[in-house]
């Protein structure tokens, strides 16, 4: 037998020591070839996959999902071996783990086989019980022995102890088993207790049944994103000032030429492109809002880099549109399109996310309908838009219905005043309001 080669976590940047464990793309007795991915980890900065270093079975996962691992930590191993030939990759470890010297194998694998179809509910003991499923095992007071384990390994997950108790109340149901015969003479429960108490005690019991608590440690993503805002929070002077933008101009332009612009460049046209251009007017009409505080220095730059924030599979990101100031609308839409795709996938890289200069958050997809973004260091500003909704606003003496948003700019006072920060927020608003100053430079 060949000896297995051990899968490490790879060195994935020149600051980062420690990973989270993701989601194993393999399992455990699974076959797979050389570069074939196995599980992915997340960084600080970004999900990475590790490949296979060879062709095998992949044996040994010592590692669960959400566990921490240091860089260079072995969480797996392969065996060298042939891709079998007509059968699943889970039949090779097991014919491996038969040798011929034990004649009885067999008859010992039958006779398992005929208990465990006597008793169906019983898989034997996991290798491993996860604390989340151990909390519930406690509560229900449960034996782990009799819950088969579907966990990397052997372990028992949460979700085997909620599949094992869903299962339970669902045969007990079903089933009408004779209950110990009550004294004849015994009132029924309707003539001692009022009905709502009883409508109570029911509410009651089934709250209990299903009452449960989890504790998970942080993502190696939140940790970073939480560090990062607390530490805004006490580096900065953060301040948030308000305005609110009349969309009708803009979604009439998007309802106008939609299609000829999908047609052309296979992408929609959104709101965030319009919200990109107007942020690089801005920025060149208030370079502080794009500057950096260093020290006792002030780095302005004669660029823009914008993140837009993105909801990915594991939690908000913020990569960069890098040179908006010479992309067109096409061009800021289909970045977007291939961030979003990579967020959710989880395939976002550190290079995506370093070096803004500026960032617009939308909360508005959420249906947020005002907030106050926090600045994503060490930048020294952000853009906040908001949900559309129609609402009454005057124009010309006369009360119209139109579709609002509010926007918020916080920005770091340190280097932003409140004149430059208003009139931030006001260039965005006549931009909008007004899109044609795009082309005009007005």
């Known amino acids: 037998m060949s000896e297995a080669i051990n899968v490490e976590v790879p060195t994935v940047g020149e600051s980062i020591s420690e990973v989270q464990i993701g989601q194993w793309l393999k399992q455990e007795g699974e076959w797979v070839s050389e570069g074939e991915d196995l599980v992915e980890i997340e960084t600080e900065k970004a999900s990475v996959q590790i490949p296979s270093p060879a062709s095998g079975t992949?044996?040994?996962i010592l590692k669960a999902s959400e566990d921490f691992a240091t860089v260079g930590e072995v969480i797996a191993s392969i065996t060298p071996s042939e891709k079998p030939a007509g059968g699943t990759s889970e039949q090779a470890p097991a014919s491996e783990q038969a040798p011929a010297s034990e004649p009885d194998a067999a008859s010992e694998s039958a006779a398992a086989t005929e208990d465990a179809e006597n008793t169906p509910v019983t898989s034997g003991a996991a290798k491993f019980v996860m604390p989340a499923a151990q909390r519930?095992?406690?509560?229900?007071?449960?034996?782990?022995?009799?819950?088969?384990?579907?966990g990397p390994g052997g372990r028992l997950l949460k979700e085997d102890v909620l599949n094992f108790v869903a299962s339970q109340a669902a045969t007990a149901k079903t089933s009408t088993p004779s209950p110990p015969?009550?004294?004849k003479a015994a009132p029924a429960v309707p003539s001692t207790l009022p009905a709502a108490q009883t409508r109570s005690l029911a509410v009651d019991s089934t709250v209990q049944t299903h009452r449960s608590e989890e504790i998970k440690p942080l993502s190696m993503l939140r940790r970073t994103i939480a560090a990062r805002l607390v530490e805004a929070q006490q580096t900065a002077a953060l301040l948030t000032t308000f305005n609110e933008i009349d969309m009708q101009p803009v979604m009439s332009i998007r309802k106008k030429y939609q299609d000829r612009f999908v047609e052309r460049h296979g992408v929609k046209l959104g709101f965030m492109s319009f919200f990109a251009k107007a942020a690089v007017e801005a920025l060149r009409r208030y370079p502080a809002v794009n500057a950096e505080v260093q020290g006792d220095h002030v780095l302005y730059r004669h660029y823009q880099d914008i993140g837009v924030a993105i909801g990915g599979g594991k939690g908000l990101v913020v990569p960069v549109l890098r040179n908006v100031e010479r992309m067109t609308f096409a061009e800021i839409e289909l970045a977007i399109g291939a961030f979003a795709k990579k967020a959710s996938e989880n395939r976002i890289q550190a290079d995506d996310l370093i070096g803004g200069t500026f960032t617009i958050s939308n909360g508005g997809v959420y249906g947020s309908l005002l907030s106050t973004p926090i600045v994503n260091p060490p930048q020294s500003g952000i853009l906040g838009l908001h949900s559309i909704q129609q609402r009454p606003i005057a124009v010309d003496g006369n009360v119209v219905i139109r579709p609002m948003m509010y926007v918020a700019l916080t920005y770091d006072h340190r280097i932003v005043d409140g004149r430059e920060a208003v009139g931030f927020l006001k260039t965005i608003k006549?931009?909008?309001?007004?899109p044609s100053r795009l082309f005009l430079e007005l």
Request: charged share 25%; no cysteine; proline share 12%.
């Open 430 to 434: 006549d931009v909008i309001e007004d």
């Open 58 to 60: 992949l044996q040994g």
């Open 181 to 183: 015969a009550p004294p």
């Open 136 to 150: 519930l095992l406690d509560e229900h007071g449960l034996d782990s022995t009799n819950i088969p384990a579907t």
